[in-house]
């Protein structure tokens, strides 16, 4: 009669234990990857959007560098417009030749009717001057006869001793200002004066040429007088700040000047809630940002797109430095008239392209899951056929060591159980189970494990196969064990645990000793 029994609880546990990395680069890698194609695609994004942004600025550079150049030039002309009118009159040879007889000729009293006509000579002379390039002012039509004409402009013709020699009608007074400048300034030099109101609040500026010796040894060279305008600016300067056929809405000229470290307005800003007045307007140059601060502190040819105006609104801001005054010329057009439009594009560019980026890694992270799902499930379903085999097998050999009368049990390196048969667990007197992953000194006790330990050690020491016959005390019998001590290699090389085999052969060593009294 066969005794038919169930396959037996798998208590097979041989893993080998070792350190494994925290991170599977086979996963990782491609997430690294995919992380560094983004930033890259992102930064390509960044340069692409940078390009087009510095292109749009450049363009606006040059535009409106060709309308400042414009006008600085514009103005430039005119200043040497002024000071062409007044050497016409300071090198004209009979005004310098009357200019030196009328000098000659003052202190004879007898010549007081001959000096009087050399000077009306000059007087005429300065009259069609003054009218033609608008050194006099315009009288109303309307005045009273007996009304005082105010003194707002005209030409005047100065000594060499200070003396006015002659001026055009309605001239200013040579006193106070007027005489303090002209007289500050060095000998043969021509010279402009600051931008100034009038006592009708008009801007103006006063010129000066000097006016040489036309006969005698040093002609040329020695100064015999000076020619002064005086000429309110407002209706022919101001004009030539306007670009003709100006195309953007927001674009506009001024004129400044620092002195002082203070920036002065000399031309007027026509804004109906915040009007710039020339001369009266003044704005310190610790102002962060400010566009006319900027433009006094370059080198005279500036471009700049982040700057503010006097009322803090964003513009582009370009400046030119005259050469005939120490004036800067600065040249404004709204950021939002500019390059507002272009910013909003560059930014819904930027978020297109960095969603299209998205997409792309979101479509290469779906086909690498899609695929490593697919691997993943392969694998399972490989290792799910190898741990059947793996437990069939596990099943077959834990079958086979129970039906052996021998003791059978595997310990790990550090002394622990991986497995064990029934009789080694019949000896332990712990069910099988709960025997794995237990030291062996915590089962058997430190004296019964201390004799397979050291036989377990000197197995993987010399890594051989290491035997021993001889009485053992188990469960408080002695008993005659012959044990075998295998070492087991590692799935890593090297030596992972010993098998161990120990056949109780004590009825074979006392019936020799029973026959050998049974003679007796």
């Known amino acids: 009669m066969s005794d038919i029994q169930p396959a037996p ?65 514009d103005v430039n002309h005119w200043f040497d417009q002024q000071f062409g009118e007044l050497y016409a009159v300071a090198q004209n040879q009979s005004v310098q030749v009357y200019i030196q007889q009328i000098s000659q000729l003052a202190s004879d009293q007898t010549q007081q009717d001959q000096v ?62 007027l005489k303090a400048f ?25 010129f000066m040429a000097p006016i040489v010796a036309s006969q005698g040894d040093n002609a040329q060279t020695v100064e015999v007088g000076r020619i002064v305008g005086v000429k309110q600016v407002a209706d022919e300067l101001y004009p030539r700040l306007v670009q003709p056929g100006e195309t953007t809405k927001s674009g506009h000229s001024v004129l400044v000047e620092l002195k002082d470290n203070k920036i002065t307005y000399l031309s007027p800003i026509n804004d109906p809630q915040h009007p710039i007045q020339p001369v009266k307007t003044q704005i310190g140059l610790d102002v962060p940002d400010l566009d006319v601060a900027f433009a006094v502190r370059g080198s005279g040819s500036n471009f700049a797109t982040d700057k503010k105006d006097y009322q803090g609104r964003p513009v582009l801001v370009t400046s030119r430095s005259l050469s005939a005054v120490p004036w800067v010329l600065v ?96 000896d332990a007197g712990i069910a ?22 050291r036989l377990n050690h000197q197995a993987m020491e010399e890594n051989r196969t290491v035997t021993e016959y001889g009485p053992v005390e188990i469960a408080g019998k002695t008993k005659v064990i ?28 006392k019936e020799p000793e029973r026959r050998a009294g049974n003679r007796k």
């Open 9 to 73: 609880e798998a208590r097979f546990s041989i893993v080998e234990e070792s350190t494994r990395p925290k991170l599977d680069w086979k996963i990782w890698f491609p997430v690294g990857i995919l992380i560094l194609v983004g930033l890259i695609g992102m930064y390509l994004v960044s340069l692409f959007v940078g390009a087009e942004r510095q292109q749009a600025e450049n363009d606006w550079r040059i535009r409106m560098g060709i309308v400042a150049d414009s006008r600085a030039a």
């Open 432 to 453: 099988a189970p709960e025997m794995i992953g237990k030291p062996i000194a915590n089962v058997v006790g430190p004296a019964a494990a201390k004799r397979v330990i």
């Open 331 to 426: 040249y404004t057009v709204s950021y939002d008239e500019a390059l507002g439009e272009a910013e909003a594009r560059f930014q819904t560019l930027t978020i297109v392209l960095w969603l299209v980026i998205v997409l792309l890694a979101v479509i290469i992270a779906a086909v690498w899951y899609y695929g490593s799902s697919r691997r993943a499930s392969q694998a399972a379903y490989q290792f799910n056929q190898m741990a059947t085999k793996y437990q069939e097998q596990s099943n077959l050999l834990q079958l086979v060591t129970d039906s052996q009368p021998t003791s059978i049990f595997i310990l790990d390196k550090d002394d622990k159980y991986r497995f064990a048969n029934r009789q080694a667990a019949k």
């Open 182 to 206: 002209v007289s500050a300034q060095a000998p043969g030099q021509k010279a402009v004066s600051d931008l100034f109101l009038n006592s009708a609040g008009v801007p103006s500026l006063i």
């Open 116 to 177: 009087e006509g050399l000077k009306e000579y000059l007087r005429n002379i300065l009259t069609v001057t003054a009218d033609r390039a608008g050194f006099t002012v315009k009288v109303k039509a309307d005045v009273n006869v007996n009304e005082t004409q105010p003194a707002l402009g005209g030409l005047i013709i100065i000594d060499e001793k200070g003396g006015v020699l002659a001026a055009s009608p309605n001239a200013p007074a040579y006193d106070g200002d």
């Open 482 to 509: 012959q044990s075998e001590h295998i070492p087991l290699k590692g799935t890593a090389g090297g030596v992972s645990g010993v098998l161990a085999v120990e056949d109780d052969v004590s009825d074979c060593v």
